[in-house]
């Protein structure tokens, strides 16, 4: 693979152990990678940025560490808003001081896609006997850090099929395309795939803000559309497939077994401010209501919010016990850990409809004892969940990007997409959705026919990931 | 490419609203201030024109000028400008981590990059 390759070095007075001693402290004023967050040095382990891309949003990335020798060397896989190598080498001067060598590997794909989203660089090439899938995905901005098991997730699934025989004969095309978590920017990426001659469908994961504007562009530019995060139905239209769980999904069995669990019955609502959020809420009160509880205080913070502490106090204030928690991304990493830190976990439990073994990661301690229901936990115990992880596994090596449920919902939509082909006959539009009525795929998730779900699994957060408590029957087939 | 062009372009593309600006370019042949302006109601029609002011100076868009209307379009060599962002925000780390552990006034950090192509 051809690569771009960049070198930086620096010249210090500090010995190199002072210097390596530095990495990971978290203080913003060593600069974005050596002030980064990392809870531990270890192989594998999270490593959070703050990236000087401007706007409180757009700023958030991760890397995760692939090796290090104490004061010589430090090598990090960086994940978002790119994927690269980043080797750090800590050489001594004679005399005294450090040579500090920065060695970036990106692969030109990334580069090509980073100049594609900024304007600079056309579009790909696609070669015709292959099928171009899009994904367009968070992979910037509040929900991007996030990104990269989404998009491993997807790679993977196309890897699978295209070993299989591909669609219809063809070799399926991957192409990834960020929405920096930002409605108007997946406006533009979501236009410029729908460009690509032959694109066979769009595989989307991110917010709902985005899928406001980006669903009209697909149904404009007839190309099936599979949205796959959780979210509230809203667009309603043939092209348009959801595989996500709904808020009634995630909400009506499991808001009232928290209730049963803690004695309680004052909620607190919480979350950023644009449609799915306010579903949440929605949902939330009317699930609460029904089931003999009170709704205590709600608090909406616009996305990218600065200051958590107007919602913290009035969480106190209103003397809950318990709290629905829907903010996003880089949002909910900050506002749980601030919730921790305030003390506000003791005597109350949250529900938060995003928290999944990714967020965990992100959020450490502050997360232990968040509930929530979704379609997939990596703790899932079935022979085809470890089967899957272990491919995962094998395919970005021990130290990637864990599997998240989002990330995982992105495979499953895939293959079923290919199954559609399969079934319906063909990759253009109306085999798709004929196929889609039909197809099934028989991944980790409990689904049916057309990807919809027919269970989820009601987690809680543990210091070793989610911890799966039981299995709940979807709403639709609730009685 | 010289340091001081790089550190334009990465000022340039350092504000998520001029990469949305250069973005919506990219998508066109040629865009007016007022179609730029007009897809960016919150901004504010001077906070554009300085967006665009900012792009042309750091090299990244053209200008051309047709009576009383001003035509912006991307500039050729996006490559090397994408190279120049990424090769400036990674050095932007080194600079702050020089400044902060020799303070800000100290000449004893040097930093310095260099770029290569390869195929591994």
Redesign the interface.
Known sequence: ??????????????CPS??FE?FGSG?P???????AEAAALRPGSLVRLA?????PT?SAGTARVLSYRPNRRIDLAHESP?AGR?VCRFDPISGG?TL?R?R?T?ADHE?AR??A?????SGVDVNAREVPLGLLASLSGSAGILGRSTVNCAQLAVEEINADGGVMGRQVRLIVTDD?T?P??GA?AM??LCRIPGLAAVVGMHSSATYAVTGPIAIANGIPYLYTPTSEPTLSHPLLVRFGETPLDQLHRALPRMAAQTGGSRWFLAGNDYSWPRAIGATARAVIERTGGTVAGEGYLPLGAQEFEPVLSAIDRCQVDHVVSSFVGQDHVRFEREFAEAGLRHGTRTFAPLMDDAVVEHLGESAMGIWNALGYFVGLDTGENREFLRRYSDRFGPCSAPVSAAAEGVYEAIHTWARACYVGGGVEPTAVLSGLRSACFQGPRRCDRGGSLKSLLLGEATRSGVRVLDELPAATRAS | MTTSNSDAIFSA????TR??I??????HEELTAGEIAARFDAVGRTAVSSHLRILRLAG?IAERRDGRFRHYS?TPS??D???A???S??????????S???GAS?A?????????????
């Open positions: 693979m051809a690569e771009l390759v960049l070198h930086n070095e620096v010249r210090l007075e500090a002072e210097l530095l203080d004023a060593l600069g974005w990678l050596f002030g990236l000087p891309l401007g706007g757009r790119w980043v001081g500090l920065v970036i990106i580069v980073l100049g989203e900024l304007g600079l660089l920096s930002d108007g920017v533009i236009r410029r | 593309l350092a504000d998520p990469r949305a250069l973005s919506l370019i990219g998508e990244l991307v996006p490559a400008a994408v190279v962002f990424l090769t925000v990674y050095q932007n780390s080194l600079d702050q981590l020089a902060a552990v020799q100290s004893g950090g040097t930093v310095q990059g260099r770029v290569d192509e390869q195929s591994a």
